[in-house]
């Protein structure tokens, strides 16, 4: 014999069970997300930050046995801001002077060093509009 019960309680569940999905979900993609600043707007963070920027030369070590070494600017140009960047992890093939990066680091005595395995080089042409596109 089949034992009936509550609709009531089959709702109220469902409810609670949907609700901590929903909460499970939210936390886990929020938690991940934070947005970047630029080198002109990094004075006076506290703690660890996302820093996009264009390197600016001259590069120099080799981020394995010693640091890598190189500046940061803002990717627009509109402020000369100049962040000196010190970062030690791995690297794309594309990171190079003139490249748009994002890194995660913290500012320590005046210098940006940057969270080990973090940097990703971005391709600026993925990220700008084609005029001849735009005019469609």
Do not use: W
């Not at 001259?58 to 140009?77: M, Y």
């Amino acid at each position: 014999m089949a034992r009936k019960g509550s609709p009531a309680r089959l709702v109220i569940a469902l409810s609670v069970a949907a609700v901590l999905a929903v909460f499970l979900l939210y936390t886990s993609v929020a938690g991940q997300s934070r947005a970047s600043i630029t080198p002109s707007k990094l004075v006076g963070r506290d703690g660890t930050v996302q820093l996009a920027g264009m390197v600016v030369g001259p590069v120099t070590g080799d981020a394995r046995e010693t640091p890598l070494r190189f500046g940061l600017k803002d990717i627009q140009g509109g402020d000369t801001t100049v962040v000196r960047v010190s970062y030690t992890g791995s690297l794309s093939d594309q990171f190079r002077a003139g490249r748009h990066i994002v890194l995660d680091g913290k500012l320590e005595n005046g210098v940006f060093v940057g969270v080990k395995d973090s940097l990703i080089t971005k391709c600026p042409s993925k990220y700008t509009i084609d005029p001849k596109t735009e005019s469609r």
